[in-house]
């Protein structure tokens, strides 16, 4: 069955801008969860997502939002983007209730902020 | 503050070798713990995990072990073999339990270890 897709998968933005990311989890999968990874902090949580409603959020400012969609679909939104910003951002999907709990990652988003 | 933390940035091993990777915690009320693994240009794929119920759990040539009163975990992999070289990050996680009602998505990662099997 197919992985976790995430669009764009690169892209570049100047300072001030705002950009959204996509995500569709595996088939079935109901909680989708957002990472930032940079190579100085590692990969952080940001937020989760399940049944449409935020379930934790991480701790990065207001700037950084998502949303889910009825068929699981997510996105989330930067807005006002920063230099500090620039990092890969990974989704994560997992069935949400019962299963093993493991999160499926995708392949990421490469955000670069000029 | 790290809560999760893998203190060797990098490893290298000799093919056929033993590998172990660390990772220590500090908040004694996780009670789930997971290995991934990643390949540059690819996103994290999930290893192996361990129950804070259980002190070991193997899965082929992977063996996590658990030890809870020093708040320690580590990842052997035996025997090695080049295609095992990534970034091996360990994660803990709070509320996952056994009737997986709480949260599953809120992962507390280290910062990863950069691991090379020589051929």
């Known amino acids: 069955k197919a992985g976790v897709t995430q669009t764009p998968r690169y892209l570049i933005k100047t300072r001030g801008q705002q950009v959204t990311l996509s995500c569709s989890p595996i088939?079935?999968?109901?909680?989708v969860s957002w990472y930032q990874q940079t190579p100085g902090q590692g990969l952080q949580f940001l937020f989760e997502?399940?049944?449409?409603?935020?379930?934790n959020k991480g701790n990065f400012p207001g700037r950084f939002s998502g949303r889910q969609f009825s068929n699981s679909r997510s996105e989330m939104n930067v807005s006002t983007l920063e230099l500090g910003d620039s990092a890969l951002y990974l989704c994560?999907?997992?069935?949400?209730?019962?299963?093993?709990?493991?999160?499926?990652f995708g392949e990421g988003s490469r955000l670069t902020v000029l | 503050d790290q809560q999760v933390k893998q203190n060797s940035p990098s490893l290298s091993v000799q093919e056929g070798r033993i590998s172990i990777l660390n990772c220590d915690y500090t908040?004694?009320?996780?009670?789930?713990f997971l290995w991934y693994k990643k390949y540059p240009a690819e996103g994290p794929t999930f290893l192996i995990s361990?129950?804070?119920?259980?002190d070991k759990n193997e899965d082929g040539r992977f063996t996590v072990f658990l030890n809870k009163s020093a708040k320690h975990l580590s990842l052997h992999i035996v025997p090695s073999q080049p295609g095992d070289s990534a970034v091996y990050f360990c994660?803990?996680?709070?509320?996952?339990?056994?009737?997986?009602?709480?949260?599953?998505?809120?992962?507390?990662f280290g910062k990863g270890t950069k691991l090379s099997v020589k051929p």
């Open positions: 994560a999907s997992s069935l949400g209730l019962g299963g093993t709990g493991e999160l499926f």
């Open positions: 088939s079935g999968h109901r909680s």
């Open positions: 997502y399940f049944s449409e409603t935020q379930r």
């Open positions: 908040n004694s009320m996780f009670d789930y």
């Open positions: 361990i129950s804070s119920i259980k």
């Open positions: 994660a803990a996680s709070l509320g996952r339990g056994l009737n997986y009602g709480g949260s599953q998505g809120n992962l507390i």
